[in-house]
């Protein structure tokens, strides 16, 4: 199982861009899917989560009411739509996902990263 984020790039403050993530490989079921960021000089943090039992999603710090996470289960993919860009959210985005192979338990993933920077 592989995850591929795009979308990254770079945009002025008050911007958006949508971030996506692709699983692929082996999957038999998704369990959750999430996007984390890490700024530079700090640890990666959470930023928002979907657990696929229709429970609506968490969002960590003030990316709530700006950032919206959402999948497409037929497509295997994650999005993170970013609106209101600030400087602060400058940071390399990873997704994460908990997710069951054809052959494999429930394993966690990581995506490559992408960088977001938002210049003020």
């Known amino acids: 199982v592989q995850l591929q984020a795009s979308g990254g790039g770079l945009v002025r403050a008050g911007g958006s861009l949508r971030l996506s993530c692709a699983a692929s490989?082996?999957?038999?079921?998704?369990?959750?899917m999430a996007w984390y960021r890490q700024a530079p000089g700090k640890q990666r943090e959470l930023v928002a989560r979907?657990?696929?039992?229709?429970?609506?999603?968490d969002y960590v710090g003030d990316v709530k009411g700006r950032f919206t996470i959402s999948t497409d289960n037929a497509k295997n993919t994650v999005y993170l739509q970013m609106n209101s860009l600030k400087p602060e959210d400058t940071a390399v985005y990873y997704c994460?996902?908990?997710?069951?192979?054809?052959?494999?338990?429930?394993?966690?993933?990581w995506g490559q990263g992408t960088e977001v920077t938002v210049s003020s």
């Open positions: 994460h996902g908990f997710i069951l192979g054809t052959t494999t338990p429930y394993t966690y993933y």
């Open positions: 979907i657990i696929n039992d229709g429970r609506p999603p």
């Open positions: 490989g082996s999957i038999k079921s998704i369990n959750s």
